[in-house]
């Protein structure tokens, strides 16, 4: 079990307990799913002005919504393309606005080396995104690597809470890295498989009859 399950498991009964109560008021998955970026944004100014701690605990709250707007969908029978659309484009807004706010601060204490990490970051972030996006046009499945959307909000929250940012920005940089490559890998070896199967299905039928 990962951790981002472990943490899952353990929050599930307060979760449930929000579904519910989100699902007796009749709330629409897509404004939780505005809700949490609203309060990422809140994040990203106390991640600007240098309160990590704060920062933290603010985005932990952002997290649940990120976790119940799927949920709610699903049990009321809401599900829809274009709410996983925009609950793809929220959270990529999501993520980018806690970065700037911390290229802000960076910026405040004229750390450059932090700004230029930071940036990498941001960089890596997207592309974890974009490569799985990417893939999934030309094969069914690319949900491989370890440091998917939780594992990162899961590692930025412990940054803020210990005041440790600057690491888990480096780990955040060296296993994002490593995912997008691990994607790169994965596609190619799938992709040359598909291409392979179709090359076998094509031959007999193109070859002439006696």
């Known amino acids: 079990m990962t951790i981002t ?17 989100m699902n007796f008021f009749g709330i629409h998955p897509n404004l939780l799913t505005l809700a949490g970026l609203i309060i990422n944004i809140w994040g990203a100014y106390y991640l600007a002005v240098g309160r990590f701690f704060a ?44 970065l700037v706010g911390l290229l802000v601060y960076y910026s405040s204490i004229n750390r450059p080396l932090y700004i230029i990490l930071t940036a990498v970051v941001m960089t890596t972030c997207v592309m974890i995104s974009y490569s799985r996006a990417r893939s999934e046009n030309i094969i069914p499945k690319c949900k491989v690597g370890f440091l998917e959307r939780p594992e990162r909000i899961v590692l930025t929250i412990i940054g803020c809470l210990a005041d440790r940012m600057a690491p888990v920005l480096w780990v955040i940089a060296v296993l994002g890295t490593i995912t997008v490559i691990h994607r790169i890998l994965f596609t190619y070896q799938e992709a040359r498989l598909l291409e392979d199967a179709q090359l076998r299905a094509v031959k007999p039928a193109a070859m002439p009859r006696p």
């Open 55 to 98: 920062a933290g605990w603010v985005i932990t709250g952002a997290a649940i919504f990120d976790m119940i707007d799927g949920r709610v969908a699903r049990e009321t029978n809401q599900v829809t393309r274009f709410g996983g659309f925009f609950d793809s484009v929220v959270d990529r807004y999501s993520d980018l606005g806690l």
């Open 5 to 21: 399950r472990a943490i899952g498991a353990v929050c599930d009964p307060i979760v449930s307990a929000i579904v519910r109560t």
